[in-house]
């Protein structure tokens, strides 16, 4: 079965760091680009980071250079070390997969997680 | 804020058509075709239902169809059914390895 389980959510206060997991199976995930979406309590969704299938990161403003992306292929696991966590980090962080062709990111996200809770309270 | 702007809610009655808009700039919805919509039910992770503007993945039905001009991008839901009662996001690509969604749109079936 084809499938994403984030794990590594739960509580931090302000100022802490997390590290969320992002584990793939039935398919070839190195092949893959892959990408964090989160969603606040009641909000919208908001991309977060990306990483292609070689290792090249993105972000968003909100987490530039707070939040790490990186993934291991070994392991089918990608990552997300958030550090310097605020208040406004909280929400259920989700992982998937971006589409690519020989053009690059085609920018849609095709396979999701059921998402991992961070709260961060103060 | 999101930079790309959907109404906060549509409504329609069963076996009608709804139609969202996402209407963002020339830098994002406008400037590429990188344009997809996600539905997503109520404690439900979201679900690809449009990707490159207006193209279906396998096992949506047909019943959902987008499109763009300009800025602005739009999902039609025709023959609404129950099930489709749900949140609707839009995202692009806005340029410099980065994505955007909408700020959401919930749809309610009468």
């Known amino acids: 079965e084809v499938q994403l389980l984030e794990s590594g959510g739960g509580l931090v206060q302000p100022g802490g760091s997390l590290r969320l997991s992002c584990a793939a199976s039935?398919?070839?995930?190195?092949?893959?680009?892959m990408s964090w979406v989160r969603q606040a309590p009641g909000k919208g969704l908001e991309w977060v980071s990306a990483?292609?299938?070689?290792?090249?990161?993105y972000y968003a403003d909100s987490v530039k250079g707070r939040f790490t992306i990186s993934r291991d292929k070994s392991k089918n696991t990608m990552y997300l070390q958030m550090n310097s966590l605020r208040v406004e980090d909280t929400a259920v962080y989700y992982c998937?997969?971006?589409?690519?062709?020989?053009?690059?990111?085609?920018?849609?996200?095709?396979?999701w997680g059921r998402g991992t809770l961070v709260t961060v309270f103060s | 804020q999101s930079a790309l702007t959907q109404p906060p809610s549509a409504s329609g009655s069963p076996g009608q058509s709804v139609t969202i808009s996402c209407t963002g700039t020339?830098?994002?919805?406008?400037?590429?075709?990188?344009v997809s919509w996600y539905q997503q039910h109520p404690g439900k992770a979201p679900k690809l239902m449009i990707y490159?503007?207006?193209k279906r993945p396998s096992g949506v039905p047909d019943r959902f169809s987008a499109s763009k001009s300009g800025n602005t991008a739009s999902l039609t839901v025709s023959g609404l059914q129950a099930e489709d009662e749900a949140d609707y996001y839009c995202?692009?690509?806005?340029?410099?390895?980065?994505?955007?969604f909408g700020g959401g749109t919930k749809l309610t079936v009468l």
């Open positions: 998937a997969t971006i589409a690519t062709s020989l053009l690059g990111f085609q920018w849609y996200f095709d396979l």
């Open positions: 039935g398919f070839t995930f190195s092949s893959y680009a």
């Open positions: 990483i292609s299938s070689g290792g090249t990161t």
């Open positions: 020339s830098s994002d919805v406008g400037g590429y075709n990188y």
């Open positions: 490159e503007v207006n």
């Open positions: 995202s692009s690509y806005v340029g410099s390895h980065k994505s955007e």
